[in-house]
């Protein structure tokens, strides 16, 4: 439930006290987490959401614990009693909460805590910063959570979030949230409450220009106490009714539509090198199963070119030998041609010589 600036209202239910009729119940009764009411809840990481609620808060604000009651949870978030805060990084869940016969996705940033004793202030704003990737799609409402007082932490951080990450319109859409506060459902008391937390320095740099506040209790369920369980689901409902009701306008930030913008190019520049890589690797596939093909058409290749080289080799070596042949022959024949000649020259002569001598014998006598 939302509160206009000027005037502080609590829940009351039908006038009776802050836990209504369940007053007479033992403080130290055990009961069941289904007997808590709640919504149908499921978890998600990226997709869209009806709303985006932004937890802001000095460390021990109780951050977490009112984000794991909207989310219906005990310990979905992590939580912390010390001023050492246990979300060292933003934490975000979705869930589906019911309202009004309506389901809605509200997606629950759970930041750093403001003020973290074992973290330096620019590393608590350096880490706040990095959460603005999750408010590129508009943010709808920012909780303020504050426990007592605010401080001068708390007023840095919210200068930087307000003038340098998100922008001043986010005021319109902050609420202050004060936790712990037993009295949440008396107007008098909240009221009063709210005078004392406009005091101080750090409080007059947050608060001008926030119209909405909200008084909530949300103590542990740790003994499982009916008063715990029923101021918990009270404040649950405060809290989604403003979140649900009054928060139905996003402010998209000029800086993170910049953001937005360069993330989709990044986006639309890796599915084009995506495409190009499955068109390379469909290449290479195409090309190893064509491989042995080729490798076999290569080796009949070089198979023919061996055996023509080989007949090349064994012509050339047929030729050779029948010129070797024929040259021997022919030296042969000349040679026995010669042979012959000489033979009949030396038949010649000698046959020349006998008729001489036969010649000469018949003149003697």
């Known amino acids: 439930m939302s509160f206009s600036k000027g005037s502080a209202s609590g829940l009351r239910d039908n006038g009776s006290s802050r836990y209504g009729d369940v007053r007479s119940c033992s403080t130290s009764s055990k009961i069941s987490r289904s007997s808590f009411p709640s919504c149908s809840a499921s978890f998600s990481t990226d997709e869209r959401c009806d709303r985006t609620v932004v937890l802001l808060g000095r460390t021990g604000a109780g951050k977490s614990t009112c984000a794991n009651v909207l989310a219906d949870k005990t310990d979905l978030f992590k939580t912390s009693g010390r001023p050492i805060s246990k979300t060292k990084e933003m934490q975000r869940e ?8 309506k389901t809605y996705k509200v997606k629950i940033v759970d930041t750093i805590g403001i003020g973290d004793t074992k973290l330096p202030q620019n590393e608590v704003l350096h880490r706040l910063a990095l959460t603005c990737h999750e408010y590129c799609d508009g943010i709808n409402a920012v909780l303020f959570l504050v426990k007592n007082r605010f401080e001068d932490k708390e007023a840095d951080a919210w200068d930087m979030i307000t003038q340098v990450l998100i922008g001043k319109e986010i005021v319109d859409y902050t609420a202050i949230v004060k936790t712990a506060f037993e009295e949440f459902d008396n107007s008098e008391a909240t009221e009063a409450d709210r005078r004392e937390l406009e005091e101080g320095e750090a409080a007059k740099k947050i608060l001008p220009g926030v119209k909405h506040f909200i008084y909530v209790d949300n103590p542990s369920l740790k003994y499982g106490s009916m008063e715990a369980l029923t101021a918990r689901a009270s404040s649950r409902k405060k809290l989604l009714k403003h979140i649900i009701e009054d928060c139905q306008n996003v402010f998209q930030p000029p800086m993170l539509r910049e953001i937005e913008k360069v993330s989709e190019e990044i986006k639309r520049q890796g599915v084009e090198r995506k495409a190009e890589m499955e068109k390379t690797m469909r290449m290479i596939v195409e090309d190893e199963a064509r ?31 029948a010129v070797k042949a024929a040259t021997k022959k022919g030296v042969a024949e000349e040679f026995l041609g010669s042979e012959a000649g000489a033979t009949g020259r030396l038949a010649d002569r000698a046959a020349s010589t006998v008729v001489d001598t036969v010649s000469e014998n018949c003149s003697v006598m």
């Open 94 to 101: 979705i869930v589906s909460v019911n309202w009004s016969n």
């Open 291 to 321: 491989a042995p093909t080729r490798r076999i058409a290569a080796a009949e290749r070089a198979a023919a070119e061996r055996i023509a080289a080989a007949e090349r080799v064994a012509a050339t070596r047929k030729g050779a030998v």
